[in-house]
């Protein structure tokens, strides 16, 4: 069994523990020998000046360059940890959130939104920054002070006065900025998703003259997210100058504090100068935080967001292995109701299809024929009741093994970026033979040939080289591909032309003959002519069922009777209403 999105990312951060350790040790020896520079002017000073002694000197500056050559090493490797840990999350959550955002748009039953995978990425670059190393360094802020109390308490008193100062402009920088960078974040991820439904759309918006109000809407959003974000800018920016003003004065003070106390005879100029070098590493982490601070809010509120999410997200479990099916279908008092909807789509749906079986589904539009072809193949599951195949409901099979022996043609079609037979072969290991078999059941193949590049054609949502009938037909190919047991067809015909059509036919007689069970929604009685079993689903209830030519007949009785009557109702009408004419010029 494995958990669900908050825990793998609980689990994932625990993975980094490890290495985010090694980067503290790390970070333990580079902080020690940050003091080199500052204890080599305190003996230069001190010791070299004041005995002439040039032997001194020499070891003295080899030693210094030997320590921060080391310092310098250890720098490194740990800014390459920290990138290995932003990997190594991203490696382990990745895979994991693009299986999410694939189940919230079929849980929901409209796209989910890539922000998870945003939110990642800004958690990554966190971990793998600089911005990190602040917050690795603040531990040893109280030994420097310390080491400055030790120099002289003026000293350590004047540094933790400035360090003081430094970290209440931080927590002011957190609470006046807090708020808006929040906001702005989802007024600009709002606008963002605005313009992109909207851009699905454009040939409507364009022949319709919609662009200017749709762009005026976004403008809103998009003209709020600015403001925020500017305000927010402003006083991260001025805080921060005023911190390092602040930096760079205490720099310059502590020199005349300790020029003071050398006049005093309290200290020695060496230790002057060590104490200014010292205090500029005391105070580089809290200004290293408040300059990193705006990472820090983005990468916490990407952990909000994808633990939150983890909280939608069903309990991910590893199923059996089962047998290939056969493609004996059932469906046992199956209930949808969409996301938002009360009423149910499909209400009590009792259905036993055997294998090979082809069964055409007829109705009106909004009648629930698209959703139970979604249901058919897994891609939404049931409020209530049970979808079947050879016995096992659908949750029970493993999504990777029962992809390839289902196939199925939605009604809008969707290819995906890659060349024909990349897209035929549902993007796994493309086999020749397979992709031009597929090809040819769905009377296709020649038209492939005639594209620039055969099968070899580059294909995306952007490109205009297929029209619809051919995306349609290359779609078709895609849903026979391999020895599915299983097919469903929705209004496959919809873009087809008479060829089209033709080929159609001869593919669902073909599956005919192999004994694959197939499901077709259709307007269109000529793709009806193959099939066994006929359904009439109206309101979310099937209101007919059984051979096609039986229900056929039963349609076609069902309409005479009603233009029968619809002569007399007529007549009854025109009575009435001359009755009631009378009635008032009685009255």
Aim: glycine content about 10%.
């Amino acid at each position: 069994m494995r958990s669900g999105t908050a825990d793998d990312i609980a689990q994932a951060l625990r993975s980094c523990w490890s290495p985010l350790l090694w980067v503290l040790g790390f970070s333990l020896f580079v902080n020690a020998l940050m003091l080199v520079p500052a204890f080599y002017m305190l003996q230069v000073y001190d010791r070299v000046i004041t005995t002439g002694s040039r032997e001194t000197l020499l070891v003295l500056t080899l030693v210094a360059l030997f320590l921060m050559a080391v310092m310098g090493l250890l720098d490194v490797i740990r800014s390459r940890l920290l990138v290995r840990v932003g990997n190594g999350l991203d490696a382990r959550l990745g895979a994991r959130l693009h299986r999410t955002l694939f189940a919230l748009h079929l849980r929901r039953g409209r796209p989910a939104s890539v922000q998870p995978l945003e939110d990642l990425r800004s958690l990554r670059q966190f971990l793998s920054g600089h911005g990190l190393f602040a917050f690795f360094d603040a531990p040893w802020v109280p030994l420097y002070l310390a080491l400055l109390f030790l120099f002289d308490p003026w000293l350590g008193a004047f540094a933790s006065l400035a360090g003081l100062a430094l970290l209440a402009l931080t927590l002011i920088n957190e609470k006046s900025t807090r708020w808006l960078l929040t906001e702005a974040s989802d007024e600009h991820r709002q606008a963002r998703a605005r313009i992109e439904a909207n851009l699905r759309n454009a040939e409507v918006a364009q022949t319709l003259g919609m662009i200017p109000a749709l762009e005026r809407r976004w403008l809103t959003r998009h003209q709020a997210s600015l403001v925020k974000q500017s305000r927010a800018s402003d006083r991260t920016n001025a805080l921060t100058q005023f911190a390092r003003t602040l930096r760079l004065a205490s720099q310059s003070l502590i020199l005349g504090l300790g020029a003071l106390l050398v006049l005093e005879g309290r200290i020695t100029p060496g230790v002057m100068i060590a104490a200014s070098i010292i205090l500029a590493r005391t105070l580089a982490p809290i200004d290293g935080m408040i300059g990193g601070w705006r990472g820090f809010v983005s990468a916490r509120d990407a952990y909000r967001r994808l633990t939150a999410l983890g909280q939608e997200m069903p309990v991910e479990r590893q199923r059996l292995s089962l047998p290939a099916p056969c493609g004996e279908v059932s469906l046992e008092s199956v209930t949808m109701v969409p996301p938002g909807i009360e009423k149910p789509v499909l209400q009590d749906i009792d259905l036993r299809v055997a294998p090979g079986e082809h069964v055409g589904i007829i109705g009106p539009s909004g009648a629930g024929k698209s959703t139970l072809a979604r249901l058919l193949v897994g891609a939404q599951l049931p409020r209530q009741g049970t979808v079947r195949l050879d016995g096992a409901s659908l949750d029970q099979w493993n999504d990777d093994e029962l992809g390839p022996c289902l196939g199925y043609l939605p009604q809008d079609i969707e290819l995906f970026e890659g060349t024909v037979s990349e897209n035929i072969a549902r993007f796994g290991d493309v086999d020749d033979k397979r992709v031009v078999e597929a090809a040819h059941k769905a009377g296709v193949h020649e038209m492939i040939l005639r594209l620039p590049e055969g099968y070899g054609t580059w294909i995306d949502s952007a490109s205009g080289i297929l029209s619809r009938g051919q995306r349609q037909r290359v779609a078709l190919a895609r849903a026979l591909y391999g020895e599915p047991a299983l097919v469903v067809l929705d209004e496959p015909n919809a873009n087809l032309d008479d060829a089209g059509e033709r080929a159609l036919g001869a593919a669902m007689r073909q599956l005919k003959e192999a004994g694959t069970t197939l499901f077709v929604i259709s307007h269109r009685r000529s793709v009806l002519d193959g099939i066994d079993t006929l359904l009439l689903i109206d309101e979310g209830c099937i209101r007919l069922r059984g051979p096609r030519d039986e229900v056929l007949s039963r349609l076609g009785a069902g309409k005479r009777r009603t233009a029968a009557s619809a002569p007399s109702a007529r007549q009854g009408a025109v009575q009435r209403a001359v009755q009631a004419r009378q009635r008032g010029g009685q009255t």
